[in-house]
């Protein structure tokens, strides 16, 4: 049994930044892939940031990039997603998810597990 636990969500002002954690227990979590999706009310999940086991590979979407960055620490079996710049659209619900496999991944099906998630809500 996988568990992922989000935490480090809030409310903050456009232009602020929020740093995001996803820890993880169960399973090796250096062998396996991990990602961050996100929900807003009224619309689907969507990818956000994805790396790779060894934390070698990272894949963004591209309302995100050059703002928000993905890392890991395998010694620590811990995730996290630094957001910088934020923006009104990036409100929402934000979920770890992991994959049985090393390389990493941008569809939600891709995915075996989740977290329950972690709000994030940015002010104009």
């Known amino acids: 049994q996988v568990q992922l636990v989000e935490s480090g969500g809030g409310l903050v002002q456009a232009g602020g930044s929020l740093r995001l954690s996803c820890a993880a227990s169960?399973?090796?979590?250096?062998?396996?892939?991990m990602g961050w999706f996100r929900q807003a009310p009224g619309k689907e999940r969507e990818f956000v940031a994805g790396i790779s086991a060894s934390g070698t590979f990272t894949y963004y979407a591209d309302s995100v990039k050059g703002r928000f960055t993905i890392s890991r620490d395998n010694a620590k079996n811990t995730m996290a997603l630094q957001m910088n710049s934020l923006k009104p659209e990036d409100t929402g619900v934000y979920l770890c998810?992991?994959?049985?496999?090393?390389?990493?991944?941008?569809?939600?099906?891709?995915?075996?597990?989740w977290g329950q998630g972690t709000q994030v809500t940015v002010s104009s």
């Open positions: 169960g399973r090796t979590f250096s062998s396996t892939a």
């Open positions: 998810g992991g994959r049985f496999v090393r390389n990493g991944a941008t569809l939600e099906r891709d995915y075996d597990y």
